[in-house]
T-cell receptor, first 111, second 115 residues
Framework: SQTIHQWPATLVQPVGSPLSLECTVE??????LYWYRQAAGRGLQLLFY??????ISSEVPQNLSASRPQDRQFILSSKKLLLSDSGFYLC??????????FGAGTRLSVL | DQQVKQNSPSLSVQEGRISILNCDYT??????FLWYKKYPAEGPTFLIS?????DKNEDGRFTVFLNKSAKHLSLHIVPSQPGDSAVYFC??????????????FGKGTKLSVKP
């Protein structure tokens, strides 16, 4: 069966520090991969998606970047965090255009 | 411009009664709709979905109804249980042509089921 791993679960970082969140999927090949952010009191905002290795599409301009170095690995990064980057970050995968399956999420607090 | 709207931020229901969560959308190209359930500090869990060629899909206690003319869908939970207390997200996708078919989410409705 397919599983998705996302870490760390929580992270507290100072403003201006770098960020690296990792997501890996097991049990499937060539999945579509997604990064979402849920800010307090808001819905799920799609940040990036990837249909293959090295293929990244950005949905919103921001301080973050994404990379897909391997088929089942998706990384969310920032060189310098801003206060506004705080939120709940979710990785998801799908093998069709419709149903997406989510990881447990990372709570990022930028102080 | 919100394409998927959940106008009720919260809903409180008595255990055993029906919970009805509503969702409206504006994009007539949406052809697939989903409901997700989310507990605090966890990722959303897929619940149930419906294609635009149907008007109803049922899975156990959960039923989703789609009214395309009104651009409205609803999730019915019968009977409601305390464990159903969570935030419910409505999502929609458009799968026409070269569209990526990414999901567009509503802001969620927090359901509280009281014993």
């Amino acid at each position: 069966s397919q599983t998705i791993h996302q870490w760390p679960a929580t992270l507290v970082q100072p403003v201006g520090s770098p960020l690296s969140l990792e997501c890996t999927v097991e049990g499937t090949s060539n999945p579509n991969l997604y990064w979402y952010r849920q800010a307090a009191g808001r819905g799920l905002q799609l940040l990036f998606y990837s249909v293959g290795i090295g293929q990244i599409s950005s949905e919103v301009p921001q301080n973050l970047s994404a990379s897909r170095p391997q088929d089942r690995q998706f990384i969310l990064s920032s060189k310098k965090l801003l206060l506004s980057d705080s939120g709940f970050y979710l990785c998801a995968w799908s093998v069709s255009k419709n149903i997406q399956y989510f990881g447990a999420g990372t709570r990022l607090s930028v102080l | 411009d919100q394409q998927v709207k959940q106008n009720s931020p919260s809903l409180s229901v008595q255990e055993g009664r029906i919970s009805i969560l509503n969702c409206d959308y504006t994009n007539s190209m949406f052809d697939y709709f989903l409901w997700y359930k989310k507990y605090p500090a966890e990722g959303p869990t897929f619940l149930i979905s419906i294609s635009s060629i149907k008007d109803k899909n049922e899975d156990g206690r959960f039923t989703v109804f789609l009214n395309k003319s009104a651009k409205h869908l609803s999730l019915h939970i019968v009977p409601s249980q305390p464990g159903d207390s969570a935030v419910y997200f409505c999502a929609a996708s458009a799968n026409y042509g070269g569209s990526q078919g990414n999901l567009i989410f509503g802001k969620g409705t927090k359901l509280s089921v009281k014993p």
